[in-house]
Every structure is written in C-alpha cells, then in structure tokens.
Nanobody, 127 residues
C-alpha cells in the first residue's frame, strides 16, 4: 500500500523559508511523478510543483517560480520542497501527491492525475 508522509510545515514571517519533505513507502519506481499541492481555506487545491523522479524534470506554478524548488532523493524515496521568500498568500495546507507514471507535462497541476495523497502539513506565513 502506497503511503506518503509529509513533514516540515510550520509558521514563519514573510520573507522566511521552510522546507517540506515527503517520504514515500509501499512502492519504488524509477520513474514516477511526485508533486506538491496546496489548499487554502475556501479555495481549490492547486498544484505547486512536480518532479519526474526518473529524469528530474520539474514543473512549477507561476506563483512560486523563482521562490520554490522541488528536489528528489531517490535513495530515500523522498521529495522535498524548499520554499524561500515566503508570502502570506503562501499560507495553506500543503499536500504531497504521487502517481506511478512520469508527469503529464501539460497537466501536471491537475489533482485528478494523482491517485496517492498524503495527509498534509500546514504552512502559515505571517505579514
């Protein structure tokens, strides 16, 4: 059974940094898509970033480009999200997601593409 466990959330002031990690267990595939989504109260869940764990190609939402970096550690079956220059609008519950296939480049941000989800970790950015 596939399990995704997020860690690293917390509270920071605007301009600060946080690093989220997602540990996957239950399967190891050399080429799969893992990503991060976020959901603020009253809003839809949106794609933040995804990575192809086989080739390393990455995808980002325009709102986080240049501030967030997604990376992988295949030996540990872990994907991380380094978040810098955080803004109050980044406040949300952040979820790790995965699928057993490479990312669909044109649709990486669609939550329907990911059958596996973690429980989420809260990120709060104060002004």
């Amino acid at each position: 059974q596939v399990q995704l466990v997020e860690s690293g959330g917390g509270s920071v002031q605007a301009g600060g940094s946080l690093k989220l990690s997602c540990a996957a267990s239950g399967y190891t595939y050399s080429s799969k898509c893992m990503g991060w989504f976020r959901q603020a109260p009253g809003q839809e869940r949106e794609g933040v970033a995804s990575i192809n764990t086989g080739g390393g190609s990455t995808y980002y939402a325009d709102s986080v480009k240049g501030r967030f970096t997604i990376s992988q550690d295949n030996a540990k079956n872990t994907v991380s999200l380094q978040m810098n220059s955080l803004k109050p609008e980044d406040t949300a519950m952040y979820y790790c997601a995965a699928v057993r296939f490479p990312c669909d480049g044109g649709n990486w941000y669609r939550r329907s593409k990911y059958p596996y989800w973690g429980q989420g970790t809260q990120v709060t950015v104060s002004a």
